[in-house]
């Protein structure tokens, strides 16, 4: 699940490897069952005996093998080449399946990452992390797990020691990219 280690610059370390949680594969577990389910009630109406049987049979299987491959392992693949990846430097996230995407923020543009939880976060132990971008943009990383964990990593690599400084060399230091 770590990046390799050729994508990494010499002296970088890996500070955080994840994927999303696994949270994600909720949804896809439940149609997989409804499919199963709805697909073996549909077959036990066929006719037992005759030529059109395995046809019908065939037809209801296909059906189903279509609503399994866009439904359960079209997500599972997403989920399965998705990762996030904090360095001592940078913010990489990779994801897709046949074409990968890649988006890398060096930390030195981060001006503030913060995290949200909703109940079945809390349950689960995940949540959203919310890394803002000197840009005024803002990046979404949805259902990483123990994301208040990851969250004290990147606070502790953007404001390591910032708390002995005051607000205007806090400040010069976020313009200056240390």
Not at 7 to 25: I, Y
Not at 45 to 55: I, K, M
Not at 134 to 151: F, G, T, Y
Not at 152 to 158: E, G
Request: proline content about 3%.
């Amino acid at each position: 699940m770590a990046i390799s280690r050729k994508l990494l610059n010499d002296d970088e370390s890996v500070v955080v490897s994840t994927r999303t949680h696994a949270k994600a594969m909720l949804g896809p577990a439940l149609v997989l069952i409804l499919v199963a389910a709805v697909a073996g009630f549909v077959t036990s109406f066929t006719p037992a005996a005759g030529r059109a049987a395995p046809l019908l049979q065939a037809v209801i299987g296909a059906v189903a093998a279509v609503f399994v491959f866009r439904w359960v392992v079209q997500p599972f693949l997403v989920w399965l080449t998705t990762t996030y990846t904090v360095t001592d430097r940078r913010l990489i996230t990779r994801s897709g399946i046949l074409t990968r995407r890649g988006h890398d923020i060096p930390l030195a543009r981060v001006s503030d990452v913060s995290y949200e939880r909703g109940l079945l976060d809390r349950v689960l132990g995940c949540g959203t992390l919310l890394v803002a971008v000197a840009s005024e943009q803002r990046v979404e990383l949805h259902d990483i797990p123990q994301v208040e964990q990851v969250h004290l990593r990147i606070h502790d690599l953007l404001f390591d020691g910032s708390e002995a400084w005051g607000a205007d060399d806090r400040t010069q230091r976020l313009d200056d990219g240390r």
